[in-house]
């Protein structure tokens, strides 16, 4: 059988499609890339937002209506929340809740009645993550989040804390470093929060796997900026640890945080970050930004953007605020009109890029380790240009020639000159 898999929202989702599609491989099936000619198509769907409850539901549909002989299994948060909902959508054969994430597969093979057929299955080097046009493997070290911000509706979808062992998250990285992976990245709802349930913390785990694997890059996924354990910033003296952290600040405004229900202060979120750039060369701090978020006054607006342009972030995930039902902040009063929320957002995607572009002129003239992805664009008959990232997660591209394949491969450049949205380098 062939299978399809698709994912909207996080990384975690990405990390949970990944999992999916190795067992698929064990039980005899082949993932395919082509959605159209799969006979299953799994669907990682997605309710952070409206929005996203929305694009969840079109792309059901779409799929549906483009292959409409395949099997659909739809997961995730949008069908965890509106399952009743998701059940009646057109082409929906099945619905895996959550809570059952980790058995799908079995799910679908008995539910479906899939023959499994593991004497067949592929061999490791044939990777699903490359069949999928990925290089880099999102690991799932930990589900669900104690706390309760008022804006998530995702801690009602994900459930309380739960962590990976690390003896299985060792395995599972190892698995992925014989099958060729030299990148891995750890995600969770609260990845900070690992191992609260089980008397371990994020060092501890970070410090095992530069132990026990020999993964040549380890990634940090989203790290709500609290609950960082002591001395973490240590970690990052191994060149393995990659230096790039994506740290939720939501707000630059004190006030606005405390109505969020936030756990960390401009005052602590400016430590962390001079601590992490007082220990950590060219180190990439980046960010997201609720933008317009109820009650949010014009004063409020204006401490958040001075204080985010005072940090200096590197790249900003900038969201305007959308009423999210279930979640305290849609019964807040004063929401901010849409009027205004699309003039802060404009001002704030016009800084974020001013800062970006900033970043990007401090690493020019430096050497860095690329891993080199898939894409490529044609330059002439002989040459084409390749991308890649740099450890401290900036993109960078080169040119080479067309009879030479980079792809999954780390090699050392010179950053020679910002273009666009991108570094080039020309390589050593």
């Given at each position: ?357 900033s970043f990007l002129q401090k690493n020019t003239g430096q050497n860095f380790t690329v891993l080199w ?56």
């Amino acid at each position: 059988m062939l299978v399809h898999l698709r994912t909207l929202g996080c990384r975690l989702n990405e990390a949970e499609l990944e999992s999916w599609a190795q067992a698929f491989q064990q039980a005899g099936h082949t993932i395919t890339r082509e959605q159209n000619l799969a006979n299953l198509v799994i669907i990682n769907s997605c309710a952070v937002t409206q929005d996203a409850v929305r694009k969840s539901r079109q792309l059901i549909r779409r799929i549906h209506r483009d292959n409409p002989s395949a099997k659909i299994i739809a997961s995730g948060c949008y069908v965890t929340l509106n399952a009743d909902e998701a059940a009646e959508l057109l082409g929906v054969d099945l619905i895996i809740s959550n809570a059952d994430k980790d058995r799908l597969v079995e799910m679908a093979l008995a539910e479906l009645e899939i023959p499994s057929m593991p004497a067949m299955s592929t061999e490791p080097a044939a990777i699903s993550l490359f069949n999928r046009g990925r290089q880099r493997a999102f690991i799932k070290v930990q589900d669900g989040c104690r706390y309760r911000c008022t804006f998530c509706i995702v801690t009602v979808a994900r459930g309380e804390e739960k962590s990976t062992p690390i003896a299985q998250i060792i395995d599972d990285i190892n698995r992925f470093v014989e099958q060729g992976v030299k990148e891995v990245i750890l995600t969770g709802v609260h990845l900070g929060g690992y191992g609260s349930d089980i008397q371990q913390n994020l060092a501890d785990l970070i410090q095992a796997i530069l132990d026990k694997t020999s993964v040549p890059r380890l990634r940090l996924g989203s790290l709500e900026p609290w609950d960082l354990p002591e001395n973490f910033f240590d970690l990052f003296s191994n060149p393995r640890l990659m230096p790039h952290l994506h740290l939720p600040l939501q707000s630059g405004s004190d006030t606005v945080l405390k109505r969020m229900a936030r756990r960390c202060k401009t005052e602590e979120f400016t430590k962390i970050v001079n601590d992490a750039r007082a220990k950590v060369p060219y180190i990439n701090i980046t960010t997201d930004i609720i933008v317009g978020f109820p009650g949010e006054t014009e004063q409020e607006w204006q401490e958040s953007f001075d204080y985010i342009k005072a940090i200096n972030f590197g790249h900003i995930h900038i969201f305007t605020y959308s009423l999210r039902t279930g979640t305290k902040a849609a019964t807040l009063p004063n929401h901010v009109t849409n009027a205004v929320k699309k003039q802060r957002s404009q001002q704030l995607h016009a800084l974020a890029e001013e800062m970006k572009q900033s970043f990007l002129q401090k690493n020019t003239g430096q050497n860095f380790t690329v891993l080199w992805e898939a894409q490529k664009e044609d330059i002439n008959a002989t040459q084409y240009k390749i991308f890649g990232y740099t450890p401290n997660y900036l993109r960078v591209a080169t040119i080479v020639d067309k009879n030479q394949d980079h792809e999954n491969q780390l090699s050392t450049v010179c950053i020679d000159a910002l273009e666009n949205d991108h570094l080039m380098a020309t390589l050593f």
